[in-house]
């Protein structure tokens, strides 16, 4: 047990969870200790790091693709402007190309995923069969309209 319970009298562990610092303690106990060092003695109920965000409504895909593209220019538009400083070199060699350098990599990894996802076709079985019946019904349906397929 950790020394701070015994020290105060606490067993921590005989504490129902989320329950008030005055409840169930021992009454010998200090309560201005209680309510300066309650967090030490009782589990907290979980807490969001931005409690007011609950309150915003949901950002949908476009919503959050547009707001990351004007904190991406707005940002690239600093770094033109000369707003942060950096060193000379990489202010007249690397930020004018920074934009053709961004949009070649996404080009890259955009034909990774579709790589990777062809690659990996065979892996989802599900979508596999899927697709094979769907091919056999358009064979079928050639068929019937006279057209060769095999």
Known sequence: MHPLFLKFGIN????PPYTSPHESLDPSVNHLLINQFHFLFLPQKPT??????DLLPN???AQQTI?????????????????IPLPPVVQEQVV???PFWALVSFGALLLFRLGLGVFTFND?????KELMSEIDQAKVDLRKLGVDVD
């Open 12 to 15: 921590a562990l005989e504490q």
């Open 59 to 61: 950002m949908t895909r």
């Open 124 to 128: 989802v079985p599900d979508a596999h």
């Open 48 to 53: 969001t790091v931005l409690p007011y965000l």
């Open 67 to 83: 707001s990351f593209g004007l904190l991406v220019s707005s940002l690239y538009l600093a770094l033109y402007l000369q707003l």
């Open 96 to 98: 004018p190309v920074l």
